[in-house]
């Protein structure tokens, strides 16, 4: 098992209001596995897959990666989980503006190295641009990110997310800004990336052209999660 899950609760407190936002959830997810998290807008997804990314952590429950319970106090091996391990594509890309597409790319690696932490690979450029080629990027590597369209923003953060050798692939909502002819380049891409690399694919979404290709969906419904069959 790759990822385990085991009674996450998860609580926001908002102008002294209490926010059930997940109650119980229960996830077992095996390595290679494709699986998409749906549900409706404000019902947990994201904090879910922050969760799951090691972002933010639970209330209570526990969270186990690759068979070792996370501890959520030892940021260090947070920071390399991250950078090393598991790779996120935001709802919003979150690309920095003022670097350019290869930078961009290349972060995870320098923020690792100033930090004097684990290398995530020894010739990290030569990675950067291969995986910049795989996602169709290479005649952009010197754009920022407001000279770029959208599917080229989602390509790049396919290619970030990617960089260092990842078994988790946590895409959030990777085509919810996109038109379908994009859509349906980037889903392509996103499943010839998962042959190739061999990771494990967390998908929240609600694109029909991607939950179709699904097998193993789940519904986050008043903070559990329900198999969708
Ligand atoms: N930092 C926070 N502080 C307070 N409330 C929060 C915080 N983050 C999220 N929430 C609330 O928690 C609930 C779940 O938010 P979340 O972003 O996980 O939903 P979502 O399912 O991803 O929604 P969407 O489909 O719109 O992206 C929402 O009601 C949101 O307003
Ligand atoms: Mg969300």
């Not at 320098?110 to 030569?126: A, C, F, G, S, V």
């Not at 260092?164 to 946590?170: A, D, P, R, V």
Request: net charge neutral.
């Amino acid at each position: 098992m790759i990822l385990k899950l085991e009674n996450i609760y998860k609580t926001y407190i908002s102008e002294g209001e209490k926010i059930h936002v997940l109650n119980g959830i229960h996830l077992e997810i095996k390595e290679n596995q494709i699986v998409s998290v749906e549900g409706a807008s404000g019902s947990g997804k994201s904090t879910l897959l922050h969760i799951i990314g090691v972002i933010d952590k639970p209330d209570s429950g526990n969270v186990f990666l690759f068979g070792e319970k996370v501890d959520f106090s030892d940021t260090n091996k947070l920071d390399l989980l991250r950078s090393q391990y598991i790779g996120f594509i935001f709802q919003h890309y979150y690309l920095l503006p003022d670097f350019t597409v290869l930078e961009n790319v290349l972060m995870p690696a320098w923020i690792l190295e100033k930090q004097n932490k684990k290398i995530i690979q020894h010739d990290y450029l030569k990675k950067a641009k291969e995986l910049l080629e795989k996602v169709g990027m290479s005649h952009r590597l010197n754009h920022f990110p407001s000279q770029i369209s959208g599917g080229e923003l989602a390509r790049t953060s396919i290619a970030r997310a990617l960089m260092g050798e990842k078994k988790i692939l946590l895409a959030d909502e990777p085509t919810g800004n996109l038109d379908k002819e994009n859509s349906i380049k980037i889903i392509d891409l996103l499943w010839q990336l998962h042959q190739e690399y061999q990771f494990t694919l967390i998908i929240v979404t609600h694109d029909s052209e991607l939950t179709q290709r699904i097998k193993n969906r789940y519904k986050l419904i008043h903070g559990k999660l329900e198999i969708i069959n």
